[in-house]
């Protein structure tokens, strides 16, 4: 059997970036897209081109025939400041379907043997998701549909897309729905970075005993899953025959304030916390896993509090870079030094 050729697109984004990584690992030709290299580190794809996913002519360029899998992250998407502002919702539903409706034609049009789709925890109904201490994602539970975010709702329709493709014309789709990815090399500042690498950015800019602000009362839950973990429970998935959609995520939840409180502790800083008005999404959120163990016979087994320290370290690095203009490296080398 020769070797596996695989497209990723989205390969400049985090997740995609970190995918592109594991193929290579195992052996795959790879060639990643993205209207952007990926920002902290080298792609690891051995080609890397910059084209526009939404473009017909991009697909018909970049999809050969032989393709043996395709792996879709692209999207436009961030954190709550973006996703739930309702500023973003026609740029954010757009852009994203129209990647999507070009990507299951032509896994069809060139015979890609697998194609797997990144979805998302956002599809789940918001009427499920009120009371924070006992939410319902199990994957049946996402109908009657309610998302509380267009992204969402996008997400939820592309999921349509894609299964329909398989009905109609056989495409060969795995779909998994994310719950809250997180790792190095994940956005960290700029607006569209998520909970983990904006509270850690707080937390690693400021002195011992200084004030971070934190949207909403703190009390919302969510789970949150180490971007490792994530990669791992995909290529499971592409290598097995369950389609899904299936939940990859932790179960174990926690409140926005005892993860800053976790954050803390791994930065040995006693810190208070100053609640702001700003866009939270639902109250509560967590990845309900009985699927994920039953098809794949694997589940998640790093803590979230293992993979914060992880996360810290990494963007404690690049905040100091960004303050002392140095290369991440270095600040790394001086916060050690400094320990």
């Not at 690891?44 to 050969?64: C, N, P, Y």
């Not at 493709?165 to 790792?183: C, E, K, P, S």
């Not at 934190?214 to 180490?226: A, E, H, K, P």
């Not at 097995?240 to 005892?258: L, R």
Request: proline fraction near 4%; charged fraction near 25%; include cysteine.
């Amino acid at each position: 059997m020769g070797t596996k050729k695989a497209l990723v697109c989205g390969a400049g984004g985090f997740i995609g970036s970190h995918m592109v990584r594991r193929l290579r690992a195992e052996g795959y030709r790879v060639r990643g897209v993205d209207l952007k290299h990926p920002e902290f580190s080298p792609s690891a794809a051995h080609e890397f081109v910059i084209a526009d996913l939404r473009l017909r002519e991009s697909w018909d360029a970049l999809l050969d025939e032989g393709t043996d899998e395709v792996y879709q992250f692209a999207a436009d998407m961030g954190g709550a400041g973006y996703i739930f502002t309702g500023e973003n919702d026609a740029r954010v539903m757009q852009n994203s379907a129209m990647i999507n409706l070009q990507a299951a034609e032509f896994a069809v049009l060139r015979g890609v043997q697998k194609i797997f789709y990144s979805s998302s925890a956002c599809i789940y109904p918001a009427y499920n998701q009120e009371d924070p201490d006992h939410p319902n994602c199990s994957e049946e539970s996402a109908y009657p549909a309610a998302p509380d975010s267009e992204y969402g709702w996008e997400k939820l329709f592309s999921e349509r897309l894609y299964l329909a493709f398989a009905r109609n014309y056989g495409l060969n789709v795995r779909i998994a729905r994310f719950h809250n990815i997180f790792g190095p090399e994940g956005t960290w500042r700029g607006g569209k970075e998520k909970a983990p690498a904006a509270l850690i950015r707080k937390i690693a800019e400021q002195e011992d005993g200084g004030t971070i602000e934190v949207w909403g009362d703190g009390q919302q839950t969510r789970s949150f899953l180490y971007i490792d973990e994530c990669i791992e429970a995909v290529r499971r998935l592409m290598e097995g025959s369950f389609a899904g959609p299936v939940n990859i995520g932790s179960e174990e939840m926690v409140t926005i304030d005892e993860m800053a409180g976790m954050i803390m502790k791994i930065a040995d800083k006693r810190m208070t916390i100053r609640h702001i008005p700003g866009p939270t999404g639902v109250r509560g959120r967590n990845s309900d896993n009985r699927l994920l163990r039953a098809q794949l016979g694997w589940e998640p087994t790093q803590s979230l509090f293992e993979g914060l320290a992880k996360t810290y370290k990494w963007i404690e690095a690049q905040a100091n870079a960004a303050r002392w203009n140095i290369s991440a490296p270095a600040a790394e080398e001086v916060a050690i030094a400094a320990r």
